[in-house]
């Protein structure tokens, strides 16, 4: 039986931050992952108030079973992580993951030598820069992690998404003569004109200074600086990230150990989809209690058993 332990540790400037430590059965110290969740306002488990998406916490749960402990964390300002979430910036999320590695790698159950670095969706892009810096972790797992800029990874969402919406929806774009890429080149210029951290457009408040670092970010510089084997994961049905970066990720990486992974019939929240992977079903996959699809599950844990020495 797995044990898991609430932890607290300290970001660059000072705010506490708040996780699990799921430890696995056995003699400690044990090899051990940091998980890294993905974009928006959700904790540790990656679950937003709205959606209990729950990736982070199935991953650690098949880690542990697997002899791997893991350490997940709630985002500043959401969950019981101190911080003011709206106010944090891109950089700020990675700054965190930083310190979040620097804690797992001190609590004395964990083997120092024996770190891996997992993140999904955003936190693959995160995954990827920590990774790049610290060639001592003994891989990185980038899942959904697109390959390209923010601003090109979401004009490409729009592109995708807008004709899986229904009909009435579709029409009423275009009678408004509103197409996803018009809204966008606005919304991006208007973001782009601010300097603060939260700014009210079209009546929401927005996190303007995440989303500025998001757009401008490009992972191309880390992927090209790893010097520690990948796993890089995205499913076939994904219409948030392109599983086609997938190949531009394998080229960017060499000549570094890099193992790629486009699993049919799943979608960004890494679960099977008999539709089109949009994101109307994933409340759906929610509400039944639909899990991670087994085959990722067993991708995952089954390189980082390998990266680690567990025994299968």
Not at 9 to 38: N, R, Y
Not at 195 to 207: F, S, Y
Not at 261 to 279: C, D, F, M, Y
Request: aromatic share 2%; charged share 20%.
């Amino acid at each position: 039986m797995t044990t898991a332990l609430d932890v607290t540790f300290l970001a660059a400037d000072g705010h506490e931050l708040s996780g699990t430590l799921e430890l696995p059965t056995g003699q400690a110290p044990h090899p051990a992952a940091l998980l890294i969740v993905g974009s928006g306002e959700v904790d540790r488990n990656s679950d937003h108030p709205r959606l209990a998406l729950g990736v982070t916490r199935e991953l650690a749960g098949a880690l542990a079973e697997t002899g791997i402990a893991s350490l997940r964390y709630d985002k500043r300002g959401v969950g019981a992580s101190g911080g003011d979430h709206l106010a944090t910036t891109f950089d700020d999320a990675r700054a965190d993951a930083v310190a979040a590695l620097a804690a797992l790698r001190a609590h004395p159950a964990i083997d120092h030598d024996r770190v891996l670095v997992i993140g999904h969706s955003e936190g693959a892009l995160h995954a990827a820069s920590v990774a790049a810096d610290d060639p001592t972790v003994a891989g990185v797992g980038l899942l959904a992690c697109p390959a390209t800029t923010g601003e090109a990874t979401m004009r490409w969402q729009a592109e995708r998404i807008v004709p899986t919406l229904p009909a009435v929806v579709r029409l009423l774009l275009r009678v408004l003569r509103q197409s996803p890429e018009r809204a966008q080149t606005k919304l991006f210029a208007r973001v782009r004109a601010t300097d603060g951290a939260v700014q009210r457009i079209q009546g929401r408040k927005l996190n303007v200074g995440w989303l500025r670092g998001f757009l401008d970010h490009d992972p191309a510089p880390d992927l090209a600086r790893m010097r520690v084997p990948v796993l890089a994961l995205t499913g076939a049905l994904d219409l948030q990230v392109d599983p086609d970066d997938l190949e531009r990720i394998a080229d960017l990486v060499a000549p570094a150990p890099v193992q790629t992974h486009r699993i049919p019939e799943v979608n960004h929240t890494l679960r099977h989809s008999s539709g089109t992977g949009a994101p109307s079903e994933y409340k759906r996959q929610v509400k039944t209690g639909q899990p991670l699809d087994p085959r990722v599950l067993h991708t995952i844990t089954g390189w980082a058993g390998d990266r680690v020495s567990v025994p299968a």
